[in-house]
């Protein structure tokens, strides 16, 4: 066919293509209808052939829409048709070139129908298209897949911390976060009294408050100092350590610290005007001494935390002392730390201590004491100690020292003043020994009453020289010589019957050298010196009463045997225990056992009134109107940095009545001079009138014995 005619016909067909059927009315607008509008009935172009889609896939139903713009960077345009070449000149691109197939592929033609087949261009005509491969695009599946896994990981992280805050610690973060809010406030046992043998309060609690803080809340330690010194009385440079934070020794923070124990309440009622928060008061207790110095180096004193420190307070703290409650609460972490509302609260209730009833009697120690005290300032005496007991029972009614001090305010005083000389001190007991050798070589049939022996004026022995207080020529002494005159010759004489085994012997049985068991704090054992260490001068020197440590508590014992017909009984200060609920339980019995014979006894209390009943001998002056009285004096040394003071130690022991023996008196004094009889004596006297007044102890009823003093 000619050129002319193929374009005739080209562009007939062009033509053709270009027509527009009308629109069928009842046909809806659709994307197919104005397709079809496009095309002749009889020229619809045959469906091309769809892209196979997999089932569980997405169909892409639009084109890339970034490709445009890749084909304008290739130096395409983006002008609908095909690309165009750079100088602007439009080509169409046919079909085939748009959607090449892929090599190997096999070709898919279009369904013949209504539409005629294009005819065949000429292939010199034909223009080269050059196929460009278009940039790989990223994939969004691997950036998705990306970040899935890392927001999995986040996630789990999260997850798994929240199961550890939640369920694997979740109790110790709990427990941890309860301490925080948790505060223990103290609750003070109540400390029981001492009583004396009547049931009358010699040491007790009354009522009062302690101040506390919690130094975690305070802010302001300087400020709050200075608000509490004032009213508690106490620098504000001693309270700032105790309210700035501190650990506990395992590291955790001091949550309760002490300001003041025992204010009066009125001064807790202060504190608590404040409002701190951090600082409060609370009920305590301040230990009461209303005698004063009445008994106080017996009962002794406690310190600001209600513990026991001297005396009986410290003897016996464990049962006197009881045990303290405590109660725990939440607070807030505010600055008034108020108690949460049905928040944990836990109380342990304070546990009273027990009162402890002396044998003590109030009157009779008060009497005792003032004369002792007298005494030692008339004869000028560094310290004295007065001991009353009863001889059936063991019961001490009356044990005093001097000088003393105020319990109810010991921190003024000495120390050396709180000492209880009577059962403390450890002194020579000098001639009141005298009375261990006479019974014992009695005890031992050496010697029977009425019986005389040579008394020289003078002896001399491991080089030292011993004689007689009462001058005289050698000649027979009877015992009732040898006790009312205190012969040292007479007593060495009768010892050496007796032997140093025998003697050593009895001193153990009457006590000597041991503790007697009271119950005071830091009663002193004495020395006495076995046979094995004696030497020299001691053979003499023993048995008149030096060479000897004793304490005036352990040689009222000794005379205390003597008059209970031979048995010695423990001394005892405590008469029972009071329980918090009433619950009365008495002391264990005191321990006994026999020294010597009733019939030696018997004796004994009727040789030892002769010092007293003599007119001249050295215990008239412990002469008792209406009671017969038996005892001794006695003049010995006080034993100090390894030899001796200077100055004498002055005693008298004795019991009344003699005939019916009630109770035993002993008097020890440390004066610059002077013997038992001028210092002691009277003293002695004294003592034993009230204590037979006081407990209404009939007068004696036998008639003063008549004693021979020489054979």
């Known amino acids: 066919m000619p050129d002319d005619e193929r374009r005739s016909e080209d562009k007939r067909r062009r033509d053709e293509d270009r027509r527009v059927v009308p629109l069928d009315k009842n046909r809806r607008g659709d994307a197919a209808s104005r397709r079809r509008s496009r095309y002749p009935e009889e ?12 089932r569980g896939t997405v169909r892409r139903t639009d084109r890339d829409p970034f490709r ?75 950036r998705l897949r990306v970040g899935t896994v890392v927001l999995m990981l986040v996630f789990m992280v999260i997850c798994g911390r929240l199961v550890q805050l939640q369920v694997t610690d979740a109790a110790a973060y709990a427990a941890a976060a309860l301490d925080q809010r948790l505060t223990t406030e103290i609750l003070p046992a109540e400390r029981g009294s ?44 001693e309270l700032l350590p105790k309210l700035q934070r501190q650990k506990n020794p395992d590291g955790t923070p001091l949550r309760f610290v002490y300001l003041a124990r025992g204010v009066d309440v009125e001064v807790g009622d202060r504190v608590e005007a404040l409002n701190l928060g951090a600082v409060r008061a609370r009920h305590d207790e301040r230990r009461i001494v209303p005698g004063h110095d009445l008994a106080a180096n017996v009962l002794g004193f406690t310190g600001d935390e209600g513990k026991g420190l001297v005396g009986l307070e410290a003897q016996w703290d464990d049962v006197l002392r009881g045990v303290d409650g405590k109660r725990t609460y939440e607070r807030s972490n505010g600055p008034d730390g108020q108690e949460i509302p049905g928040g944990y609260s836990r109380e342990e209730p304070a546990r009273p201590g027990s009162s402890i009833q002396l044998t003590i009697d109030q009157d009779l120690q008060y009497r005792t004491q003032q004369i002792l005290v007298d005494t030692m300032s008339k004869k000028n005496a560094s310290f004295g100690a007065a001991v009353v007991m009863d001889v059936k029972t063991g019961e001490v009614v009356a044990l005093a020292s001097a000088p003393t001090y105020d319990a109810a305010d010991p ?20 001639s009141v020994h005298k009375a261990i050798v006479v019974s014992a070589a009695l005890e031992e049939g050496l010697i029977k009453p009425g019986d005389s022996i040579m008394v020289a004026p003078n002896r001399w022995i491991g080089g030292n020289k011993f004689e007689d207080s009462h001058p005289h020529s050698e000649r027979l002494m009877t015992l009732d010589g040898i006790l009312a005159y205190s012969s040292n010759i007479g007593t060495i004489a009768l010892a050496d019957k007796l032997g140093p085994e025998k003697l050593y ?74 329980a918090p609920d009433g619950t009365v339980t008495p002391a264990a019995a005191p321990k006994t056992h026999r020294v010597i014979s009733q019939a030696t006894s018997d004796v004994m209390r009727t040789l030892l009134q002769a010092p007293v009943a003599v007119p ?44 019916a023996p009630k109770y035993a008196v002993a008097v020890f004094a440390y004066t610059p001079g002077g013997g038992g009889g001028a210092v002691a004596g009277p003293a002695f006297r004294d003592i034993m009138a009230f204590t037979m007044g006081h407990f209404r102890v009939p007068p004696s009823t036998e008639p003063e014995p008549e004693f021979r003093l020489y054979g």
């Open 411 to 430: 921190w003024k005083y000495d120390d050396k003043l709180m000492r209880d000389w009577a059962a403390n001190a450890v002194v020579e007991p000098g």
């Open 505 to 578: 012997e009895y001193q153990q049985r009457y006590g000597l050298g041991a503790i007697t068991g009271l119950g005071v704090a830091g009663e002193a054992e004495g020395i006495v010196r076995p046979p094995s260490t004696w030497q020299g001068a001691d053979y003499g020197s023993i048995p008149i009463g030096l060479g000897v440590a004793v304490t005036p508590l352990q040689m009222a014992a000794a005379y205390a045997a003597i008059a209970n017909g031979g048995t010695w009984v423990q001394p005892t200060l405590i008469k029972s225990t009071v």
């Open 194 to 237: 001492i009583l004396d043998r009547n049931g009358r309060p010699l040491a007790f609690s009354a009522d009062a408050r302690y101040v506390y803080a919690d130094p975690e809340m305070i802010t302001d330690p300087q400020g709050v100092a200075g608000q509490l010194a004032p009213i508690l009385g106490v620098p504000a440079s």
């Open 43 to 54: 020229r619809q172009p045959a469906e091309y052939p769809r892209r196979t889609v997999r």
């Open 616 to 659: 001249d001998g050295t215990g008239h002056t412990a002469r008792l109107d209406g009671y017969l009285v038996a005892g001794k004096t006695g003049t010995g040394k006080l034993a100090k940095d390894g030899g001796y003071a200077s100055g004498d130690v002055a005693s008298f022991v004795g019991f009344a009545p003699a005939d």
């Open 68 to 142: 445009p713009a890749l084909q304008l960077l290739d130096g395409g345009s983006t002008v609908k048709g095909g690309p165009v070449k750079k100088d602007g000149a439009a080509r169409k691109t046919a079909p085939a070139e748009r959607e090449a197939p892929r090599k190997g592929s096999p070709v898919q033609r279009p369904a013949t129908g209504n539409r005629r087949p294009r005819p065949q261009q000429n292939p010199a005509r034909r223009r080269r298209v050059i196929k460009r491969r278009l940039p790989r695009m990223a994939s969004p599946t691997k």
